[in-house]
């Protein structure tokens, strides 16, 4: 198992890193430089709010059947023959309660044409992760990851056109933007669909109301896990863009989006290896297998980079956001180094969350993030008004930091892990060489090599204290089956 986690582990990072950087780097980016701040806050703040409410689109479906079809293989067939339709019901569900919330938030014309467009966005996205939720589970993880990749390829594609070929005249809209991610959204979803039932021939799409009810039933505490950790990842912008003056709120919310948009970059890579480990955990359990082991495996190999990152980002705040924008620099630069505090955070969250998941613990996870939800709820209410996008970006810094030392603290009592006092310590080394990396970078004259320093130094040092052992891992590749 361990084997088959990291060669897939490979190729996912291999994959993403090949597109995903280019997207938000290169496309993204662009984006917000040429239509501003205000119009892509306006977009950022629409675009978090069909995020938190689409758990109505999902209901904990996805997750849970990954689980469930991970340990019972046989029963795909069936499920998706009901549940294709029943996600098509929820959409219309998620629809009319999202314009209905929006209505009475107070949206205007232009922001409820933008909204019907990422409605239909969302629906999509959560329709395609449905669909490979199956073939995850089903353990076909190379043909996941190429799929985990190509919504953004195609969007790249038309955006690349859109803005640098002249075509549109020199002129870039924000809802062109939202456009062309419907339009790779619904390629990535048909695509999927194919993929999907060459592996589990054909179906009969139904609506079975008994198999419904008794599937929500079980699903349900998967949706309001997701929800209470959508509302308190996403109600940030949300809140930022109400609670200030027009057009105050816009402009802070776009100053936010600059920052959070690179923390939301290398969370991927967090999210991707969750979804890697929820069906491999599943599984274990259901074996009976020890998965101790593969815990300490998979949060040394996330961790270790998630701590890299945040330092050297702390220290590189400034040089990294002048190199990405031309506006609001100096007040996105600080945002960035106290929202990427918090990556740690979003890093062991994937991971034991993921585990506690697979194992159907979800009173515990429910109670954390209600917990959580209530706590970054308040800390943006005192801190927004005072402190306007730097009080968002502390809240969610101690949101995801207590979040993820929370389940932490669960998944060791559950599974009595017990951790070597020598992989303690050595992990508590490696956290002060790396800030000590960073701090002894700043001395050279040349940014970039100093950047390239904070990051090099730390991982030379992980594997010299043999946090990573290089001997282990391709021992793992090449030799475990």
């Known amino acids: 198992m361990r084997h088959k986690f990291v060669t897939n582990l490979i190729l996912l990072v291999f994959l993403n890193l090949l597109i995903k950087p280019f997207w938000v780097l ?33 209901l904990g479906i996805t997750n849970f ?4 079809i991970a340990q019972h293989r046989f029963l795909v067939r069936k499920h998706l023959s009901n549940i294709v339709g029943l996600k098509f019901l929820l ?29 239909l966005n969302q629906f999509l996205i959560s329709f395609t992760l449905y669909l490979r939720s199956n073939i995850s589970a089903l353990q076909f993880f ?16 038309i955006c690349t056109i859109l803005l640098f070929t002249g075509i549109t005249g020199g002129e870039f809209r924000i809802e062109w933007f939202v456009y062309a991610q419907t339009t790779a959204y619904i390629a990535t979803a048909i695509i999927t669909l194919v993929i999907l039932l060459s592996k589990t021939g054909s179906i009969s799409i139904r609506f079975n109301l008994r198999f419904c009810l008794v599937f929500l039933r079980k699903s349900y505490p998967y949706a309001l896990l997701i929800l209470l950790m959508a509302f308190y990842n996403r109600i940030d912008s949300v809140m930022l863009e109400r609670l200030l003056p027009h057009p105050t709120g816009k402009e802070e919310a776009g100053i936010y989006a600059q920052a959070f948009r690179l923390l939301d970059a290398v969370a991927m890579f967090g999210a ?91 009173k515990q996870l429910n109670t954390m993030a209600a917990g959580v939800m209530v706590l970054n709820v308040i800390l943006n209410l005192w801190l927004i008004p005072r402190f306007f996008a730097m009080g968002s970006a502390f809240s969610s810094m101690v949101t995801q930091l207590t979040a993820g030392f929370v389940q932490m603290i669960i998944a060791f009592r559950i599974f009595r ?37 904070a990051i090099s130094l730390p991982l030379l040092f992980a594997v010299l204290i043999r946090l990573i052992s290089l001997r282990d891992l391709r021992k793992i590749i090449v030799f475990e089956k």
């Open 142 to 157: 190379r043909t996941d990851s190429l799929i985990s990749v190509l919504d953004r390829t195609l969007m790249i594609i």
């Open 272 to 362: 991707l290896v969750g979804g890697l480990l929820l069906p491999m955990f599943a599984s274990m359990i259901k074996r009976k297998e020890p998965v101790g082991p593969m815990v300490q495996l998979s949060f040394t190999l996330l961790f270790v980079p998630a701590v890299i990152i945040a330092v050297s980002s702390l220290f590189y705040d400034r040089d990294i956001m002048s190199l990405l924008y031309h506006a609001h620099v100096d007040d996105s630069a600080n945002i960035l180094g106290v929202l990427m505090a918090g990556f740690p955070g979003i890093a062991a969250t994937y991971i034991f969350g993921t585990l506690l998941t697979a194992n159907g613990s979800l």
């Open 91 to 119: 959409a219309v569900v998620y629809a009319v309660f999202s314009l209905v919330t929006a209505a009475v938030i107070g949206y205007g014309k232009f922001q409820f044409h933008l909204l019907l467009f990422l409605i």
């Open 417 to 453: 892990l017990k951790p070597r006092t020598s992989y303690i310590i050595r992990m508590a080394l490696f956290i002060l060489f790396t800030i000590f990396a960073g701090s002894l970078s700043r001395l050279t004259d040349h940014r970039l090599a100093g950047y390239l320093m």
């Open 65 to 68: 059947n990954n689980r469930n």
């Open 26 to 58: 290169g496309i993204d980016r662009t984006v917000q430089n040429v239509v501003g701040a205000e119009s892509y806050g306006l977009y950022f703040a629409l675009f978090n709010f069909s995020m938190i409410l689409n758990i109505l689109l999902d």
